[in-house]
């Protein structure tokens, strides 16, 4: 892959005398791979001399994707000067971040109306899509690339490219989540630490923002970027290759760059690492390739796409804070992003309402009077009913404590918000956690008439009994006639779906969160997933991302007469299908037969109750 930085410094642009080797424009660089893929990596005013070179080059349709890690100025500035889209026959395709509520057309166009310039976003001549990203990968051309939140007051991405045997990760505008690895302090990795760490494991470049030193750090806290020390020390650790130094503040002349340069390159030295450190400046071209292929991250297809369902979704926080002030600083926090906080009086009441409110992240005060947080985490954790082992949970702390954070996250907890700060910051950080698990996971609503739907379960007698030939028959005809590895006949029951047969799988039942069955009783017919990775229901399930890795699902809905559907018959396979309507048809006729020996209760046959 091919690199060329257009842009490097921060905040705002700076030339002049001062900043002639490492440059004045804002934050852009471009990427190609070697079959010609264009990215451009944010659109600050770099972006400028870019797209006249592009446009100069000659070569037309100009046809590229830009990834734009947020939206504050400094990083959009350059888009209404950025030549190729104003040329008709070009087709550019714009991807950024979605918060909850504004969307990236919103923003761009914002700095394009009447009062700020000539020129609206409709009125250019080429043809732009535009992308609302959260986390996950996507294919853009032949390069992979996997989104991620970085730690910032606006909601921003960061981006690992992939492609051509080699990888590139652009992390500007991130702030530490640890003020003692901002400060130069050596710290275990933990929580989102050691998330950005795997983020940019392995990679031959990063370009990292390295806006401020440890001295400075105390005075910008808050301010969303990294310091040099930080960068040097997170590369090293996840052994990075190459380390650029970028976003440079605008107050910083040249040589006062290079001075950072020396310091960081002395770091390096002092734990007798490899790694190579510059400071990215203008014009600067690097050719990348591996001489060992980077581990790339795991794939998702595609499941950085924002699912437009979400954005009138309501999400659930649970809160258990003893402080008034502190619940009225988060309700503050997130008032305008249709987010329900939900307030726990009494610790132990956690599990329960995790169970019955599914929230999409849980906020916990630690030191709170007669809770332990540690043995709350822990037992959130344990609880697979409660859906708690991948839901955010978050803690609420006055200050930073390396050892017992450490103690926390083994025990199961996700981060930390450090308090106080600003309610940008909460806000930001509160939405990064929500997306963040939200997106790619749904569980299913219950049925209208849930309620008798599951007496009618329990009258059925069918629940945790033994294995019977009956049933187990039809689940084998289903793996052999459809070609499965996995064929089961599952209960729904009010927390989990039961199987009273299976073939392929060990488990006895999974939590209903987790069930696929549990969307299938939703519907009259045959649900069908051709490919769970690609389905934002299912992405990031449990079943999918680990055993039995899940990507074919059919099921059809079992009834017992009357009422929604108390199971199913289904199958699963580990790579990704389609049924035709024969096959469907087949299940449905298999399903019937079931149906058949559900109603059968004869005399002669006892079957043993199991003992849960």
Same mark, same amino acid.
């Given at each position: 892959m091919l690199v060329r930085f257009w842009g490097t410094r921060g905040s705002i642009a700076k030339p002049g005398s001062t900043t002639v080797r490492y440059g004045g424009n804002t934050s852009c660089v471009e990427v190609r791979s070697s079959s010609g893929t264009l990215v451009v990596l944010d659109c600050g005013t770099g972006a400028l001399g870019l797209g006249q070179a592009l446009i100069k080059d000659g070569a037309l349709p100009v046809n590229g994707h830009m990834l734009i890690g947020h939206t504050h100025w400094d990083h959009i500035q350059g888009f209404p000067f950025f030549a190729p889209i104003f040329v008709a026959g070009n087709e550019w395709h714009i991807y950024g971040p979605r918060g909850i509520g504004i969307s990236l057309r919103e923003s761009l166009s914002g700095q394009m109306q009447?009062?700020?310039?000539?020129?609206?976003?409709?009125?250019?001549?080429a043809k732009l899509h535009y992308h609302d990203l959260i986390e996950g990968?996507?294919?853009?051309?032949?390069?992979?690339?996997?989104?991620?939140?970085?730690?910032?007051?606006?909601?921003?991405?960061?981006?690992?490219?992939?492609?051509?045997?080699?990888?590139?990760?652009?992390?500007?505008?991130?702030?530490?989540?640890?003020?003692?690895?901002?400060?130069?302090?050596?710290?275990?990795?933990?929580?989102? /630490?050691?998330?950005?760490?795997?983020?940019?494991?392995?990679?031959?470049?990063?370009?990292?923002?390295?806006?401020?030193?440890?001295?400075?750090?105390?005075?910008?806290?808050?301010?969303?970027?990294?310091?040099?020390?930080?960068?040097?020390?997170?590369?090293?650790?996840?052994?990075?290759?190459?380390?650029?130094?970028?976003?440079?503040?605008?107050?910083r002349s040249d040589e006062a760059i290079d001075q950072l340069v020396a310091r960081a390159r002395q770091r390096i030295a002092q734990t007798h690492g490899a790694m190579e450190i510059f400071a990215a400046a203008e014009g600067q071209a690097l050719e990348l390739s591996s001489p060992v292929r980077s581990r790339p991250l795991p794939a998702r297809e595609d499941t950085a796409r924002w699912d437009p369902a979400l954005a009138k979704s309501i999400h659930t926080v649970l809160v258990a804070v003893g402080n008034p002030q502190i619940h009225r600083f988060l309700e503050d926090a997130v008032a305008d992003d249709g987010v329900r906080l939900l307030p726990v009086r009494d610790c132990d009441a956690i599990p329960a309402m995790v169970r019955s409110e599914r929230p999409s992240l849980v906020l916990l005060e630690h030191g709170l009077k007669h809770c332990d947080a540690i043995k709350v985490c822990r037992t959130l954790r344990e609880d697979r009913s409660a859906g708690g082992g991948d839901l955010p949970i978050v803690l609420l702390r006055t200050s930073e404590n390396p050892l017992d954070q450490q103690r926390e996250a083994e025990a199961g907890a996700t981060d930390w918000l450090i308090l106080p700060c600003s309610k940008e910051y909460a806000r930001t950080r509160i939405r990064a956690w929500i997306l963040r698990e939200a997106c790619r996971w749904k569980i299913a609503p219950l049925p209208d008439d849930e309620e008798q739907r599951l007496r009618s379960l329990q009258e059925s007698g069918l629940l945790d009994t033994e294995a019977e030939e009956r049933f187990d028959r039809f689940t084998r005809i289903a793996a052999a006639l459809f070609e499965v590895p996995i064929a089961f006949i599952s209960l729904v029951?009010?927390?989990?779906?039961?199987?009273?047969?299976?073939?392929?799988?060990?488990?006895? /039942?999974?939590?209903?969160?987790?069930?696929?069955?549990?969307?299938?009783?939703?519907?009259?017919?045959?649900?069908?997933?051709?490919?769970?990775?690609?389905?934002?229901?299912?992405?990031?399930?449990?079943?999918?991302?680990?055993?039995?890795?899940?990507?074919?699902?059919?099921?059809?809905?079992?009834?017992?007469?009357?009422?929604?559907?108390?199971?199913?018959?289904?199958?699963?396979?580990?790579?990704?299908r389609s049924f035709d309507e024969d096959q469907l048809s087949l299940l449905r006729d298999l399903s019937k037969l079931v149906e058949r020996e559900f109603q059968i209760k004869p005399a002669d046959v006892a079957v043993k109750r199991t003992t849960i």
């Open positions: 009447g009062s700020y310039f000539p020129v609206a976003l409709r009125d250019l001549g990968t996507l294919e853009v051309g032949d390069i992979q690339v996997t989104a991620q939140y970085l730690n910032h007051p606006a909601l921003t991405l960061g981006y690992r490219l992939e492609a051509d045997g080699a990888s590139i990760v652009y992390s500007t505008d991130h702030e530490p989540y640890s003020t003692h690895r901002a400060e130069g302090n050596q710290a275990p990795f933990a929580g989102d /630490e050691a998330r950005h760490a795997r983020f940019i494991s392995g990679a031959d470049l990063v370009i990292h923002d390295a806006q401020y030193t440890a001295d400075e750090y105390p005075a910008k806290r808050g301010w969303g970027h990294s310091t040099v020390e930080y960068a040097v020390d997170v590369a090293a650790s996840a052994g990075v290759r190459r380390l650029a130094l970028f976003h440079h503040d605008p107050m029951d009010k927390e989990r779906q039961w199987f009273k047969s299976r073939q392929g799988m060990d488990a006895t /039942e999974t939590p209903r969160d987790q069930a696929f069955c549990a969307h299938a009783i939703l519907r009259n017919d045959v649900m069908q997933v051709s490919d769970a990775h690609a389905d934002e229901r299912f992405a990031d399930n449990p079943l999918v991302a680990r055993e039995p890795h899940v990507r074919f699902y059919a099921g059809a809905p079992l009834s017992l007469g009357s009422g929604s559907p108390v199971g199913t018959l289904c199958v699963v396979d580990h790579r990704p």
